[in-house]
T-cell receptor, first 114, second 113 residues
Framework: DAGVTQTPRHEVAEKGQTIILKCEPV?????LFWYRQTKIQGLELLSYFRSKSLMEDGGAFKDRFKAEMLNSSFSTLKIQPTEPKDSAVYLCASSLGWGGYEQYFGPGTRLTVL | GEQVEQRPPHLSVREGDSAVITCTYTDPNSYYFFWYKQEPGASLQLLMKVFSSTEINEGQGFTVLLNKKDKRLSLNLTAAHPGDSAAYFC????????????FGDGTVLTVKP
């Protein structure tokens, strides 16, 4: 079975650019999560979808971050415009959802904003 | 909302020693508990999931103890080896109507030969 896939694995952007990160969850999973991971802040939830519906949009990230899930097998995270402080690893995770199921994480996208 | 405190943030042990990482949580209604391992440069991998009341689960070289009375979850690596060097995260699921986990801040474990 394919796990969670994320592309690209690395992204370098200039300040002010728009970047789009992509995620494909595990087939059949109902929940999808976007996280940002930095050494200082740790794991921060950006967005949470259940059955393609947005359940939670991390308050601090609403401004320039927009996650979408147009179908059950694909999600994007757009950052517009990028700032140097957005440099981090962006992780996508999915789970079956109801009933206490674990989250499966993708390999992450390392974003560097110059 | 749920709060999870993980200690210690950094831990250094010698090969063969034990290493204990502890998480305390606030919501007594929390149902499921998870430990994840993140090796350098890699993503998070599930180590173990527990959900019963006081419970000990044994895995490959580690033990997980859940004490719901004290709202405490611990991970004990019984005889650490250099391959255990990684960041470890606990996570708590408050109820089964949501898939959202509350994560601890992580513990960076270094095992020296």
């Amino acid at each position: 079975d394919a796990g969670v896939t994320q592309t690209p694995r690395h992204e370098v952007a200039e300040k002010g650019q728009t970047i789009i990160l992509k995620c494909e969850p595990v087939s059949g999973h109902n929940d999808l999560f976007w996280y940002r991971q930095t050494k200082i802040q740790g794991l921060e939830l950006l967005s949470y979808f259940r059955s393609k519906s947005l359940m939670e949009d991390g308050g601090a990230f609403k401004d320039r971050f927009k996650a979408e899930m147009l179908n059950s097998s694909f999600s994007t995270l757009k950052i517009q415009p990028t700032e140097p402080k957005d440099s981090a690893v962006y992780l996508c995770a999915s789970s079956l959802g109801w009933g206490g199921y674990e989250q499966y994480f993708g390999p992450g996208t390392r974003l560097t904003v110059l | 909302g749920e709060q999870v405190e993980q200690r210690p943030p950094h831990l250094s042990v010698r090969e063969g020693d034990s290493a204990v990482i502890t998480c305390t949580y606030t919501d007594p209604n929390s149902y499921y508990f998870f430990w994840y391992k993140q090796e350098p440069g890699a993503s998070l991998q599930l180590l173990m999931k527990v959900f019963s009341s006081t419970e000990i689960n044994e895995g490959q070289g580690f033990t997980v103890l859940l004490n719901k009375k004290d709202k405490r979850l611990s991970l004990n690596l019984t005889a650490a080896h250099p391959g255990d060097s990684a960041a470890y995260f606990c996570a708590v699921l408050r109820n089964t109507n949501t898939g959202k986990l509350t994560f601890g801040d992580g513990t960076v474990l270094t095992v020296k030969p």
